[in-house]
């Protein structure tokens, strides 16, 4: 708020002079909007707009240069052909083996333990996932080619030749990420492996 300054005097009986003491007092309203006092609301007015309009424009300033830099962070990504995982999930893995082997999976395909697949309960069939427990920090990837599991807690299912390379056979199941990434569909002539 504007202050204005007033002047006092001192007389005292002892003293035949006047003293000068300095004060100031806040400027009410009144005295604001007499013809001295608006030039000084003008002023002010002016000098807040001033300051608002410098801060809007450093503020977009940031603004538009953060954008692109991501924009340029995401062309770069775009260029180099990293892609983003899908889907991802930590949970408890196990796996099956002998007593499915040649059977039909969800998908049609015949169950082989020695190859590199999996069951899992919402991935697309087909879908490729990267599996790796985090016990060991031992990786694999398998397709994904049959439902399950169906015990309470369990993520994924992983054929015996999956099982045997996160080195988790022996205990049965341990906790695993799954992570996928965004495959792209191919068209295959070749059809699913039947049993009769």
């Known amino acids: 708020m504007p202050y204005q300054s007033v002047k006092y005097y001192d ?3 002892n003293d035949e002079q006047l003293r ?3 004060d ?3 400027l009410s309203w009144k005295v604001m909007l007499e013809p001295t006092g608006v ?4 002023k002010w007015l002016s000098v807040v707009s001033r300051a608002t309009f410098i801060g809007a424009l450093a503020i977009s300033g940031c603004s538009s240069e953060h954008s692109r830099g991501q924009s340029k962070l995401t062309q770069q990504e775009k260029g180099s052909g990293i892609t983003k995982p899908v889907h991802k999930e930590v949970g408890e893995a196990s796996w099956y083996g002998p007593g499915f082997h040649g059977k039909e999976t969800a998908n049609g395909e015949t169950f082989d333990q020695k190859e590199m697949t999996a069951a899992h309960p919402t991935l697309p069939m ?7 427990n985090l016990d060991n920090g031992k990786k694999v990837e398998v397709r994904i080619n ?3 599991p169906y015990a309470e807690h ?5 054929s015996s030749a999956a099982a045997n390379k996160l080195d988790m056979k ?3 199941t341990t906790q695993v990420k799954v992570e996928t990434k965004s495959t792209k569909k191919k068209r295959s002539s070749k059809q699913p492996n039947k049993t009769k």
């Open 20 to 22: 000068e003491i300095p």
């Open 146 to 148: 049959d439902r399950g």
């Open 154 to 158: 369990r993520v994924i299912d992983l």
């Open 39 to 42: 030039m000084s609301l003008r």
């Open 126 to 132: 087909g879908t490729k996932a990267k599996v790796t």
């Open 24 to 26: 100031s007092k806040p």
């Open 170 to 172: 022996e205990d049965g």
């Open 11 to 13: 007389a005292s009986p």
